[in-house]
């Protein structure tokens, strides 16, 4: 059974920082890319970034850009997010995915599997 446990979120100010992670297990990690998405209350859930399965390669949205950056640990089974900067407009519950096609894209119809999230509170 696939399983994504997403977890770190939190409630901080705006300027502050939080990592958040995603343990994976049920399926061979290293051959997933792998991408965390977010959806504010009202709003269509976007993708934020993304990381290929071995050699690293990650993308960002540019609304995160140069703030959050994405890492995996392909022998803990888990992809971080580290968040620094954040902003009120950050506030959302995030999710990791994962996906068979290494594709670099944060198109959430090309992920298979999805965790259950992690809120983010960033307070003004």
């Known amino acids: 059974e696939v399983q994504l446990q997403a977890s770190g979120g939190g409630l901080v100010q705006a300027g502050g920082s939080l990592r958040l992670s995603c343990a994976a297990s049920?399926?061979?990690?290293?051959?997933?890319?792998m991408g965390w998405f977010r959806q504010a209350p009202g709003k269509a859930r976007e993708g934020i970034s993304c990381?290929?399965?071995?050699?690293?390669?990650?993308a960002y949205a540019d609304s995160v850009k140069g703030r959050f950056t994405i890492s995996r640990d392909n022998a803990e089974n888990t992809v971080y997010l580290r968040m620094i900067s954040l902003k009120p407009e950050d506030t959302a519950v995030y999710y990791c995915?994962?996906?068979?096609?290494?594709?670099?894209?944060?198109?959430?119809?090309?992920?298979?599997?999805w965790g259950q999230g992690t809120l983010v509170t960033v307070s003004s």
């Open positions: 995915a994962a996906t068979p096609r290494n594709t670099a894209t944060m198109t959430t119809r090309v992920y298979d599997s």
């Open positions: 049920g399926f061979t990690f290293s051959d997933h890319e």
């Open positions: 990381i290929s399965p071995s050699d690293g390669i990650t």
